[in-house]
């Protein structure tokens, strides 16, 4: 009775208010965990298909990254000129050249062949080291020197080197027999190198540069699109939206 008598005191919008709270705390104990809500992370598989429920844009950080990262690395690597190579390589000469004279100086033929042979010079440059004068042989060691401190003056990468030893003998001076010139060459020609070294600040500078160019990478989902499908591995992406 006494429930009776409230009920007719209770207005119809009374009655509505009443009935929705009781319909939302019906659900709320029914469903405690947003059914669109997963535990889920990159790798795993979808556990339903879902669909956008609305068209919208967004930015994908992991395409941007990876525009990015192809950016930097299409930028090559900066050179500089290092004359410290230079420096290293004369060095070596004047220590090849003292090791090339020391079998000169052999009364046995035949051991002074192998020893030449072995600091790699050709049987014609054996025959020449071994017949020169000893001031024919000065002459020789101070124009291979000049030639090698010239050659390694200039800017050269690898490529540029391999076309330096290729013509070394244009660069020999042409008072020098044809002998005396190959002799020359051979003793050089190893020594010749390329005069650059990788700037390593200046490469990362200019692949930061490349990568700040790259703008975001935005992509659309558009309503009623395919966001997960059930079972399929979630990737990067498929997170983002």
Known sequence: MQHTALARHLTPAAL???????????????????PDRFDIGVGDPAPRTVRSPKT????????????????????????????????????????????????????????????????????????????????EWTAIVAEGRRVLDKTLTESMDDGGAAQARDGLDTRIAPSLTADQTLLTADIVRPLVV???????????????????SILPKTESVHKGDEILTEGVGIDEVAMAR
Do not use: K, W
Request: avoid cysteine; charged fraction near 20%; charge should be negative.
């Open 16 to 34: 509505g208010a009443f009935a929705a709270t009781l319909s939302i705390l019906m659900v709320a104990a029914l469903f405690p965990i947003f």
């Open 56 to 135: 919208f844009s967004f930015e994908s950080q992991s395409e941007t990254e990876q525009l990015r990262e192809a950016a930097a690395a299409a930028v090559p690597q900066s050179l500089r000129f290092d004359s410290n190579i230079r420096t290293r390589q004369l060095s070596a000469y004047d220590r090849i050249s003292a090791q090339v004279a020391q079998p000169r100086a052999l009364t046995d033929e035949a051991r002074a062949h192998t020893a030449l042979a072995g600091l790699g010079l050709s049987p014609r440059s054996i025959d020449a080291v071994l017949g020169l004068t000893e001031e």
């Open 194 to 212: 390329s005069t650059l070294v990788v700037d390593e600040e200046l490469t990362m500078a200019s692949r930061a540069t490349a990568r700040a």
